[in-house]
C-alpha cells in the first residue's frame, strides 16, 4: 500500500491569510506514461461529506474558488489556500489514486485564528 | 447532476452483517467505477473498495475477506455487504463516483451512519 501522511496536523489562520497543507505519499505516483501525478485533494467541512477540491495534483475541480491551488509532483505536493475565507473551515485530505487500495492521508483541520 | 443516497437498515450486532445501497440519480449506474468509503467517528477515510457496473470489483486486502459489492443495472444502484461486523466497522459509509478518466472520487453521497453494537 501506497502510505500517504500530511503536515501539519492542524492549523490556524487569520481570515484573507494564507494557509499551506502538505501531503507526502510513500513511493511515488507519477505515472511516467502520462506524466501525470494520480494526487486528489479534498475538503470536508464539518457533519459533511468530502468535496472534490483537485485532481492530477494541480487541476481545479468545476465551480471550486481560484483561491485553492495544487502543486507538487512525485511523492511531495502542496494545498495552498491563497486567501482564508470563513467557510474554508474544514478538514482537507490528500489522496493517492496510482494504485489499489487508494488510501487516504490523516487529514489536516483548518480553523480561522 | 448526479446524486447519491446511502440507504441500509440500521444498527448492526456484532458477528452478523452489514449491508448498504447506494441509489444513484440523475445519470446512468451503467458508466464509471463506483466506490465505497468509510469513516469511523472523528477519524479519517478508509477506501473499501470499487465495482464497475459490469460486475468486476477491487476490494481493499484489508477487508477482502469480509466484503461483497454487486451493481444492479436495472435500478441503478450499488450495494455494500460487510460480514463478521465488529464495533470497529461503526463508522460513516460513503458511497461515490469515480471519475471515468482516473480514479478520484468525483461524486459523493451524504453518508450514512452504521452503529455496531449489542
Known amino acids: 500500500d501506497i502510505g500517504m501522511t500530511q503536515s501539519p496536523d492542524s492549523l490556524a489562520v487569520s481570515l484573507g491569510e494564507r494557509a499551506t497543507i502538505n501531503c507526502k505519499s510513500s513511493?511515488?505516483?507519477?505515472?511516467?506514461?502520462?506524466?501525470?501525478?494520480?494526487l486528489a485533494w479534498y475538503q470536508q467541512r464539518p457533519g459533511q461529506a468530502p468535496k472534490l477540491l483537485v485532481y492530477?495534483?494541480?487541476t481545479r475541480e468545476s465551480g471550486v474558488p481560484d483561491r485553492f491551488s495544487g502543486s507538487g509532483s512525485g511523492t511531495d505536493f502542496t494545498l495552498t489556500i491563497s486567501s482564508l475565507q470563513a467557510e474554508d473551515v474544514a478538514v482537507y485530505y490528500c489522496?493517492?489514486?496510482?494504485?489499489?487500495?487508494?488510501?487516504f492521508g490523516p487529514g489536516t483541520k483548518v480553523d480561522i485564528k | 447532476q448526479v446524486q447519491l443516497q446511502e440507504s441500509g437498515p440500521g444498527p448492526v450486532k456484532p458477528s452478523e452483517t452489514l449491508s448498504l445501497t447506494c441509489t444513484v440519480s440523475?445519470?446512468?449506474?451503467?458508466?464509471?467505477?463506483w466506490s465505497w468509503i468509510r469513516q469511523p467517528p472523528g477519524k479519517g477515510l478508509e477506501w473499501i473498495g470499487y465495482?464497475?457496473?459490469?460486475?468486476?470489483?477491487d476490494y481493499n486486502p484489508s477487508l477482502k475477506s469480509r466484503v461483497t459489492m454487486l451493481v444492479d443495472t436495472s435500478k441503478n444502484q450499488f450495494s455494500l455487504r460487510l460480514s463478521s461486523v465488529t464495533a470497529a466497522d461503526t463508522a460513516v459509509y460513503y458511497c461515490?463516483?469515480?471519475?471515468?478518466?482516473?480514479?478520484?472520487?468525483?461524486?459523493w453521497g451524504q453518508g450514512t451512519l452504521v452503529a455496531v453494537s449489542s
Open positions: 461515490a463516483r469515480v471519475n471515468d478518466s482516473g480514479n478520484y472520487i468525483d461524486c
Open positions: 440523475g445519470g446512468s449506474i451503467s458508466s464509471n467505477y
Open positions: 465495482i464497475f457496473y459490469s460486475g468486476s470489483t
Open positions: 513511493q511515488s505516483v507519477l505515472y511516467s506514461s502520462n506524466n501525470k501525478n494520480y
Open positions: 492530477w495534483a494541480s
Open positions: 489522496q493517492q489514486y496510482y494504485s489499489t487500495p487508494f488510501t
